[in-house]
């Protein structure tokens, strides 16, 4: 689906080169197929955008099953460093707000929304045209920043979410959006760091422990360098090679 849709359109401001133009006849999907080695990998196990965000220990398990086959694969592990200082993600909020504004709701239909979509939208009407710009300034900044922070690595492992998954509702708090957003942010602490800078990433589920009498899947995230998603496809398929999930399945509850 990737060879198929990933491809310049007449206007695209921005491009990135496509696996074609710098091996003949090569795609994205051949990259499944190809072994890669001697990559250098960071492990980044600390919480980004919230600092002080719980970690489960089943997500850190996950992690270390991962690390333990990068490295059989000949793979050079370090640690990752945390790119930027958490209060600097704040920049990214106004222009979340502004983006839920921007969504094309009839003024019948707020009330329908869910709370905390209405407070993200009250917030984007507050925002100014220049908190807006100066937002944009400051995820280009955090971009730079993330780009030194981790040039010396080709592809960095992280849990994907902070915590097992969570029951239906179970963050969610209608009475305080607010504390809601924390509560996501604190459960996703990592992921937002590909959302602002636009570097590859890609989730596995390699971790599958018991949760509550319910063995369920457990993510890993690996992210690569801008424009490296044929590495990071070539290092996602050894993994799932080794750690094979196709034939597992949550296990549903009366």
Request: glycine letters at 8%; one cysteine or more.
């Amino acid at each position: 689906m990737l060879d198929v849709l990933a491809r310049p359109w007449p206007g695209d401001t921005f491009t990135l080169p496509l696996p074609g133009d710098v091996e003949a006849g090569a795609t994205f999907l051949g990259a499944c197929e190809r072994e890669v080695r001697g990559l250098r990998v960071g492990v980044l196990t600390d919480p980004v955008i919230v600092a002080d965000a719980p970690v489960h220990a089943v997500c850190l398990d996950a992690v270390a099953e991962a690390v333990a086959a990068l490295t059989g694969f000949g793979h050079e592990l370090s640690q990752a460093p945390v790119p930027f200082p958490a209060e600097r993600w704040d920049a990214f909020e106004s222009l979340w707000a502004a983006g839920a504004l921007s969504a094309p709701v009839p003024e019948e239909a707020e009330p329908l929304l869910v709370p905390l979509t209405r407070w993200l939208r009250a917030k984007g009407r507050h925002a100014s045209g220049l908190d807006v710009v100066r937002a944009t300034g400051a995820v280009q900044s955090l971009t730079r920043e993330v780009a030194v922070a981790w040039d010396d690595l080709d592809v960095v492992v992280s849990p994907t979410l902070a915590q097992p998954p969570a029951p239906i509702g179970s963050i969610r708090d209608d009475e305080d959006p607010a504390a809601d957003f924390r509560a996501q942010m604190a459960y996703t602490p990592w992921t937002s760091v590909a959302n602002l800078t636009g570097r590859p990433s890609i989730s596995l589920p390699l971790g599958w422990p018991e949760i509550d009498g319910r063995v369920v899947p457990v993510g890993v995230m690996l992210t690569g360098r801008l424009g490296a998603e044929t590495t990071l496809l070539s290092v996602a398929a050894a993994l799932e090679r080794a750690l094979p999930w196709a034939h597992r399945r949550p296990e549903v509850g009366a």
